[in-house]
């Protein structure tokens, strides 16, 4: 599960490296609480492992459970993901390694990234044959400029912090003893914005009015993708 604790109106919380169904549960209840405390309040989001910071879904969970389980994972981060788009009070997340998967995209629905230099970014569903979705492209079309779009989710590039830096959804580059302290100068600056809840998630909620539209709306063609994902389905991955 996940850990939260709290200095004064910042809120630190660490994630476990892969997600499960009991891993959202737990991540969307410590949300309720942090929206529901008054006044300033910003949430930094790093990991529990010291040299990892998301491998994505749960993949032994998957290989036990099957396809059903793992397309429950696939809807959970993409509410997951769409809650931290308009979500009422700054988020950051302090990447601390590698960031792949699911991580990757919930990673990009936060506001700010503060990532160490060995930290590497990849989505490799193309590579494993499992299609994205519209749904889970949305963010990444949002977030990413179009070349870089492109490059990871069909060309299935590996991207460095360096370069995810220089592509602008990197917002600095730190020492990993130096990333939490960077996180927490960077939260100070920001929690006031967070007194201001139903304002901040109107501006955000406009800013990503597209990629939370296409998340929670039905459509045809993620339908379709899913056809394909069950088709190429490989539980062993």
Not at 17 to 44: H, M, R, W, Y
Not at 157 to 176: H, W
Not at 177 to 197: H, M, P, R, V
């Amino acid at each position: 599960m996940a850990e939260l604790s709290c200095e004064k109106s910042m809120y630190l919380m660490k994630m476990p490296v892969a997600f499960s169904a009991e891993t959202f549960q737990d991540i969307n209840e410590k949300l309720d609480i942090i929206e529901k405390a008054q006044g300033p309040k910003v949430l930094i989001v790093t990991s529990k492992h010291p040299r990892l910071f998301s491998g994505g879904l749960d993949l032994k969970e998957i290989q036990k459970k099957g396809l059903d389980y793992a397309l429950a994972l696939y809807d959970g981060i993409l509410k997951l993901s769409a809650r931290f788009l308009q979500i009422g009070f700054p988020t950051i997340a302090a990447i601390n390694g590698p960031c792949f998967g699911a991580g990757f995209l919930l990673a990009l629905a936060m506001d700010y990234r503060l990532s160490v230099p060995s930290a590497k970014f990849a989505m490799r569903e193309i590579n494993l044959g499992m299609p994205l979705t519209p749904k889970g492209c949305a963010i990444f079309k949002a977030k990413l400029n179009p070349k870089m779009y492109r490059n990871i989710l069909i060309g299935g590039k590996s991207l460095s912090a360096g370069e995810g830096k220089d592509e602008g959804f990197i917002d600095e580059i730190v020492e990993k003893s130096e990333l939490i302290i960077k996180s927490k100068e960077l939260a100070e600056t920001l929690a006031d914005l967070g007194n201001k809840n139903e304002v901040y998630s109107c501006v955000k909620s406009s800013m990503y009015h597209d990629p939370i539209k296409v998340i929670s709306s039905d459509d045809n063609l993620h339908e379709y993708c899913l056809k394909i994902l069950k088709n190429n389905f490989n539980p062993k991955l």
